[in-house]
């Protein structure tokens, strides 16, 4: 069976994760969407409730869809470029200039500035928080953060991921009904994941692929704010994502004691402290998509997160270019152990460029 894939459904148990307090102590208020996307455009259309000034400073490394959501609004966009740390390059002159600031983190680590964003916030600008890559972080999202937007699909079996929360007050906006088609072809291909990691029949594992890029690529074209269904709450907010987060951390570690040195691959952290929970294992290859067919030859699908969104002239964000350029991710999430994880660092030492 491969190493990686999205996730099938998982039965869970009836005891709380007071995941939402987790993740914001006291929040005023929290609405369940079906994906990210619609998370973070539901943050946004209730920050235009008061923002009439409408200019974002946004990460050039980020998501189409995130982006777009800003696009969709009509904001005046500024960018931001990264090093290679994947720390963002925030400019102090811009914080006059802008109304909000989004900020997440990547691959399970929190790599910007809280003290640039403190003096956003001091200075007036509304922050808002995607942790879609910090999903399971051992710490709460930024304190500065007026907006946390999250999509939980990327971490668990759920049809519908999105997690809106609003620090202070209660949402002036409400979700419309969820997209009925694209939730059934979103359920129809978990339950044919749950069937291939149950039997490990390609069968299933070929028609839930083919099933959620079909939602998938529907899901691009909806842009709203569409709720999320009930059985997918249900299980954002009891699913074990304590367990989950130190299985990742165990895993994440035997890769790094593990994986071959080599200079045209290399991890992206090369570290992982107590208080970040990785999202995947990722590296900046020089032979990219030679390595990716090699992974993928022997059942470890890779990940790029992400193409270059086209609203991005990325050649004005040498950072963010190398990082677009360069990245590629394994899985090491928890329905994987050791030997899993032993598979992958042969599949890295058997590489060779041709």
């Known amino acids: 069976m491969e190493i ?9 148990g009836s005891a709380p994760n007071n995941y939402v307090e987790h993740t914001c102590p006291n929040a005023g208020d929290t609405a369940h969407l079906m994906s990210g996307r619609c998370a973070i455009y539901y943050c946004l259309r209730d920050l235009m409730l008061t923002d009439q000034k409408r200019v974002a400073y946004l990460p050039a490394y980020d998501c189409e869809t995130v ?6 609004a009509g904001y005046e966009i500024h960018y931001y470029d990264f090093d290679k740390n994947l720390a963002p390059i925030f400019d102090e002159e811009m914080i006059p200039k802008i109304s909000m600031i989004l900020i997440s983190g990547y691959y399970g680590y929190p790599t910007y500035d809280e003290s640039f964003v403190k003096k956003c916030k001091d200075s007036g600008v509304s922050v ?5 890559h910090t ?31 609003k620090r202070e007050g209660t949402f002036g906006v409400k979700p419309i009904p969820l997209d009925e088609k694209q939730f059934t072809l979103r359920d129809k291909a978990l339950h044919f994941r749950q069937s291939y990691e149950d039997t490990g029949n390609e069968d299933f594992n070929k028609e839930g692929t083919d099933d959620f890029w079909k939602a998938e690529f529907m899901l691009r074209e909806i842009f709203d704010i569409q709720e999320g269904d009930p059985d997918s709450l249900n299980t954002i907010l009891h699913y074990p994502f304590l367990d989950a987060m130190k299985k990742r951390q165990e895993n994440y570690r035997y890769l790094l004691e593990h994986l071959p040195e080599r200079s045209d691959i290399r991890p992206v952290f090369s570290y992982l402290p107590d208080d970040v929970c990785p999202m995947f294992f990722a590296f900046f290859v020089e032979n990219r998509e030679e390595l990716m067919k090699h992974l993928a030859d022997n059942h470890i699908p890779p990940k790029i997160y992400w193409p270059v969104p086209p609203f991005v002239k990325v050649e004005d964000y040498p950072g963010a270019q190398y990082i677009y ?22 599949a890295f030492e058997n590489f060779s460029v041709s």
């Open 67 to 72: 982006l777009g959501c800003f696009v969709k």
């Open 4 to 12: 990686g894939g999205y996730f099938p459904y998982h039965p869970v």
């Open 325 to 346: 350029s360069h990245i590629m991710s394994v899985s090491c999430d928890e329905r994987f152990g050791t030997d899993d994880m032993q598979k992958i660092v042969e």
């Open 135 to 165: 999903a399971f972080s051992p710490l709460p999202a930024c304190p500065y953060a007026d907006y946390i937007a999250v999509s939980l699909r990327k971490w668990m079996g759920v049809a519908s991921g999105g997690l809106a929360i």
């Open 128 to 132: 808002m928080i995607d942790t879609t």
